[in-house]
Structure formats: structure tokens, C-alpha cells
């Protein structure tokens, strides 16, 4: 069992940047997929950005292409989303997210997740 523990989300005014972190613990950490999703206020979650253990195969959705990066450090058990040029709509709840070694479903989709953190929220706002 996975258990995953997000950090870094706060209050920012657009333009900003801010870095979330995901610390992971209770698994093989280098052998999970790792994603960051995102839910605003009466929306549905949604993608933002995976990673796959190795850090070979690196996902983005279009709407924070060129904005976010994703990275991991599997020594320390971690995954970050560095998050340049905020915008009001990036403005949610963001979600770490692992999926299983193997797993025959696609990263970018819930039902592609094993575990899910608790959330962090970012709000950007002038």
C-alpha cells in the first residue's frame, strides 16, 4: 500500500510560480507511475502531468504544456510539478497520483490510478 502526502499549495496572484511536491512512502517508489491531477470547484479531475519511474516517458496536458515541469527523485521518494505562469484557472485541488508497475491502463485517467494523495490547494489570484 502506497501512501502519498502532497505539499507546497498556496495562495499566489497570476504570473507566479510555485512548486507542489508529492512524497511518497509504503512501496518500491522507483517502480510506480506518477501523475498530477487537478479539480476546480464543480469541475471534473482532470490530468495534468505523469511521469513514468524512470523518468523516460513525461506527459503533459495542453492546457499547462510549456508551463509545468514534472520531475521525480526516486532516492528521496518524490515527485514535483514546478508550475510557472500561473493562471486563474489553474486555480484546484491538485492530487498526487501512483499507478502500478504494469499496469495496463493509461496514465492520464482515473481509472488508470491505484492511489491517489489527499490533494493540495492552489489558488491563484490578484
Known amino acids: 500500500q502506497v501512501q502519498l502526502v502532497e505539499s507546497g499549495g498556496e495562495s499566489v496572484q497570476p504570473g507566479d510560480s510555485l512548486t507542489l511536491s508529492c512524497a511518497a512512502s509504503g512501496g518500491t517508489f522507483s517502480s510506480y507511475s506518477m501523475a498530477w491531477f487537478r479539480q476546480a470547484a464543480e469541475k471534473e479531475r482532470e490530468f495534468v502531468s505523469g511521469?513514468?519511474?524512470?523518468?523516460?516517458?513525461?506527459f503533459y496536458s495542453d492546457a499547462v504544456k510549456g508551463r509545468f515541469t514534472i520531475s521525480r527523485d526516486n532516492v528521496k521518494n518524490t515527485v514535483y510539478l514546478q508550475m510557472n505562469s500561473l493562471k486563474p484557472e489553474d486555480t484546484a485541488l491538485y492530487y498526487c497520483?501512483?499507478?502500478?508497475?504494469?499496469?495496463?491502463?493509461?496514465?492520464?485517467?482515473?481509472?488508470?490510478?491505484?492511489?491517489w494523495g489527499q490533494g493540495t490547494q492552489v489558488t491563484v489570484s490578484s
Open positions: 511521469i513514468s519511474g524512470d523518468s523516460d516517458k513525461i
Open positions: 497520483a501512483a499507478q502500478d508497475s504494469g499496469s495496463i491502463y493509461p496514465l492520464n485517467r482515473d481509472y488508470g490510478i491505484n492511489y
